[in-house]
């Protein structure tokens, strides 16, 4: 069974190619209306379930745009509505149901623990929409849109401003190892990578590094990257993290210090005038709507990738 659930679970080979098909299908079908399938259809006649948890605007409509596009058909199912996890029905036999009817489950959770659990008593692939541990997806597709603005991400500088350790930082990390480029990382020290995740890092020899200096984290970077301060289900207190996090706000004079090509992403939702000033965000270097785009092509390319 192929999931997809963390970058860390892949080959580099494995995620090089889920990227350059990806580039190849989103070239192949220029000119094609938003919702057209490709013309070989690779996923016709199958569907996906996905299941949210947590709201979402850009998964919900990328991954369903996304089944369009491969010729398939996608259900949304709300946790509420439907018999998940609840006390009438355990997570195994909801799980065994939904393997007779589609053909893969996308889901976001507030538990990665049940994705793990889900993805096990599954007898189709789970794709990872987001959960409190990575958001593989989102960091596949920002490689996409890095590639197509500045070329191979292979030996170029990232740099992480803001929270560090949160389910898009860990992602980034995973990712640095398996494209092979250097991240730097920004935050205050009480919002720094977990340990286990720096303990994987170095174990599989990642150029990272961890700096309480906002300067130090930018300067020379490829591509600037920051999230919002606070997650969904973050359960902190508000204002004292976003106190913390002030001096990592991305800004034009902190971007000054990053190449001049450097682009700026952010996954979206963004806290406007937190993490980012409106004057980078609709600045000259953002990226961000591509960015939103590109979920579409990379997440097709991770479909086929686990139905192959
Ligand atoms: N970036 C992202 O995952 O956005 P949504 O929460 O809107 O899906
Ligand atoms: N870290 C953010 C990402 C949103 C796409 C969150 O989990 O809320």
Redesign the pocket.
Known sequence: MKNFINISDHSSNDLRAIIEEAKKRKLQRKGLSKSAPDLDKPFDGKSMAMIFE?PST??RMSFDIAVKQLGGSSIILNPEGIHYGKGDETLKDTAKVLSEYVDIVMLRTSSHKNLEEFGKYLDIPIING?S?IG?PC?ILSDILTYEESNGLITGKTVSWLG?GN???SNSLIEAAGKFNFNLKIGCPKKYSPSKKILVWAKKNKINLTVTPKPAEAIIGSDCVMT??WV????KVNKKSKKKTLKPFQVNKKLMLKAHSDAIFMH???VGRGEEVTDEVIDGKQSVVWRQALNRVHAQKSIINWCMN
Not at 231 to 234: F, G, H, I, R, V
């Open positions: 947590k850009r998964t987001l409190d958001h989102q929270d949160n389910n898009m999230d919002k997650s969904m289900n973050d996954c979206l939702p």
